[in-house]
């Protein structure tokens, strides 16, 4: 039981270190691209920039969504991590790991892969699933 643990703790160590490291600051790039963007169609078309610029602002929102998303599921699994280490009976906290902890790996990878799909290829820290399903 308590390789089953270290097992799950160490996973939610790493995805929570690649949510908050590598896709949200990439997020946060393209977004800021998305708003210059945004920026210079209001500059040059004035009031009616959003009649120019009504993608990009969706976009810009969506990201928002899934960057706050991806930021408050890890500090509910780092909280629910850090409670259940003080956990001394080792089957609560085998069932709290698979009950509290694992449960939110889909929910923030849900948001992830959101962002994977809306963000500039070059952009991208890792490799896209689509790029691994054609690799020799």
Not at 30 to 59: H, W
Not at 67 to 85: C, F, G, H, Q, Y
Request: hydrophobic fraction near 35%; glycine fraction near 2%; proline fraction near 2%.
């Amino acid at each position: 039981m308590e390789e089953y643990i270290l097992h799950i703790q160490i996973e939610s160590r790493v995805i929570g270190d690649i949510a908050r490291n590598h896709i949200v600051p990439t997020a946060v790039r393209y977004q800021n691209i998305l708003i210059e963007n945004v920026t210079g169609l209001k500059t040059i078309y004035g009031d009616k920039f959003k009649d120019f610029a009504k993608e990009q602002l969706s976009i810009i929102e969506q990201i928002s969504h899934h960057i706050e998303a991806i930021n408050s599921l890890v500090t509910k699994m780092t909280d629910a991590r850090k409670s259940l280490n003080k956990q001394t009976d080792i089957e609560k906290k085998a069932n709290g790991y698979c009950n509290k902890v694992k449960p939110l790996f889909e929910e923030i990878r849900y948001h992830c892969d959101k962002l994977e799909l809306m963000i500039d290829d070059e952009l991208w820290p890792l490799t896209k699933y689509r790029e691994l399903l054609f690799t020799k």
